[in-house]
């Protein structure tokens, strides 16, 4: 692909991810309207019970407007980061990748986050720089319902019901449950570590 138009997510979707892999140049839209329920605040990951919501707790404005996403804050009355730190723990403690990267991403969710948009980004730049991507990216500075990248926007919606046929991985959770696809990238980089990115490249997207 040339150029692509996504939002940034939490931790991206492998999907997402996959796009931004395989892509010359990633535009990230920065002047959207906030929409709940999606992959902005919002990621999935393998549990043993099936696959598990992670979610970040947004303020929403009193006077009932829409937000831009740049400008969303996030609501930190209690203590999610380190909720969902527990939940990456429980999930994946005994997975083959789990302690590889467990110094590095801890401290992501033991910080003060405020805004919703510059935590999606480290996020998305930690997890470059754990996989060693050279991922360029750049910001919208305006909003455009038909823009001239390859408008992959909708893959913010999580309630989409795409069949991507993505290849299968190796899941620590397999015995418990069926392959889970499309999960939070941090899925792949913890059964996968460093073969994520071959797997990343590989993934046939022509469908998207």
Known sequence: MESILVHP?????????????????????????????????????AHSNGILLLNIP???TKDGKKNKTKDVII?????????????????????PYFEFYEDDLKP???????????????????????????IKYSFTTEYFKN????????LVNPKLKIDFKLDSY????????????????????????PNAITYLEKQNLDDI
């Open 75 to 95: 609501e930190n009355s209690f203590p999610w980061q380190v909720q969902h730190w527990k939940s990456l723990e429980s999930a994946y403690r005994t997975s």
């Open 108 to 134: 992501i969710f033991f910080k003060p986050a405020d805004s919703l948009i510059k935590f999606n980004l480290e996020a998305f730049d930690l997890i470059c720089e754990l996989l060693d991507l050279n």
């Open 9 to 45: 997510t939490y931790f991206p979707s492998i999907v997402q991810m996959a796009a931004m892999v395989q892509s010359k140049k990633v535009v990230l839209e920065m002047d959207d309207n906030y929409q709940k329920q999606t992959y902005r605040s919002r990621a999935y990951i």
């Open 147 to 154: 823009p001239s990248q390859q408008n992959l926007r909708y």
């Open 170 to 193: 190796f899941q620590v959770l397999t015995k418990q449950h069926e392959f889970l696809p499309n999960l939070s990238i941090l899925d792949l980089l913890f059964n996968e570590g």
């Open 58 to 60: 947004i303020k929403h």
